[in-house]
C-alpha cells in the first residue's frame, strides 16, 4: 500500500464550544475530574475519622470552608450529570434478554433508578441512624 | 467484519478489562456518590443534618466489610475516571502525547488505589 499524504485541517480546541450537544459531552466528560476530587475528599474523612474525634472535628470545619463547599456543590452538579447520562446510556451499551425476550430501554433505566433510590436510602439510614 | 488483522497488539489484551474495569465505575460513581456527595459533601458541613456522631460513625467505618465495599467502590471510580479524562485529554483538548498521557492518568489511578488501600489499612 503506497502512504497517502493527506492535508487534515487541525481541530480547534474550543470546538465542544460550538453546539450544545458537543457542550453537554465534554462536560459529561469532565465529570471524570470530580469522581476523583469526591474519592480524594472521601479518603480524607475517612482518615480523619480513622484517627480520631477532633481530627474528625476539624475535617466538618475544613469541609465547610466556602472553596471546599463550592467544590462540593459543582461536584453534586457534575455528579448528576453523570448519573442521567449514564443510566440513559445503558440500554445502548448493554442488550439485556429475559427469556429470550430483549428487556426494553426504558425499563433498565427504570431499574438503575430504583437500584440508586435504594443505595442511597440504605447509606442514609447506616450513617444517620 | 472481514479477517482478524494477523498482528495483535499486545495493548488488545487489557484493554476489555480497562473497560469492564471503567463500566463498574461508572455505575459506581453514578448510583453511590449522589448521596454521598449530598450528606458528606453538603448537609452534614453545613449543618443541614446535623452529622454523625463520631463513635456511630467510626464504628462504621472501621467496620472488616465496610473497608472492603469501601476499597471495592473506590478503585473501579478511579480507573473510571482516569479512563474518561485520558480520553477528555485527547479529545477535548487534542493532545497528541497519547502514552505519556495514559501513563500519567493511569499512574495517577494506580496512585489513588494505593492510597485508599493504605487509609482503608490505616484506620484504628
Sequence with gaps: ?129 | MTQAPAVRRPKRRILPLVWLTFSGGGVIAAVFLPVLVLLFGLAFPLGWISAPDYAHLHAVVTNWLTRLVLLGLFVPMLVHSAHRFRYTLYDGLQLKRKLLIAFLCYGAAMAGAFASLLVLLSMR
Design chain 1, 1 to 129: 500500500m503506497s502512504e497517502q499524504l493527506l492535508y487534515r485541517r487541525r481541530v480547534s480546541t474550543w470546538w465542544w464550544t460550538r453546539k450544545r450537544t458537543y457542550f453537554v459531552f465534554v462536560m459529561r466528560e469532565l465529570s471524570s475530574i470530580f469522581i476523583a476530587w469526591f474519592v480524594v475528599f472521601l479518603l480524607r474523612l475517612l482518615s480523619a475519622v480513622g484517627d480520631s474525634r477532633s481530627a474528625y472535628d476539624h475535617f466538618l470545619d475544613w469541609a465547610s470552608s466556602p472553596l471546599v463547599v463550592a467544590l462540593n456543590v459543582l461536584t453534586l452538579v457534575f455528579i448528576t450529570l453523570h448519573a442521567v447520562t449514564w443510566f440513559s446510556l445503558t440500554p445502548q451499551a448493554m442488550a439485556v434478554q429475559v427469556r429470550g425476550r430483549a428487556v426494553p430501554g426504558s425499563v433498565i433505566i427504570a431499574a438503575q433508578y430504583v437500584g440508586l433510590a435504594i443505595v442511597s436510602a440504605f447509606i442514609f439510614w447506616l450513617v444517620t441512624r
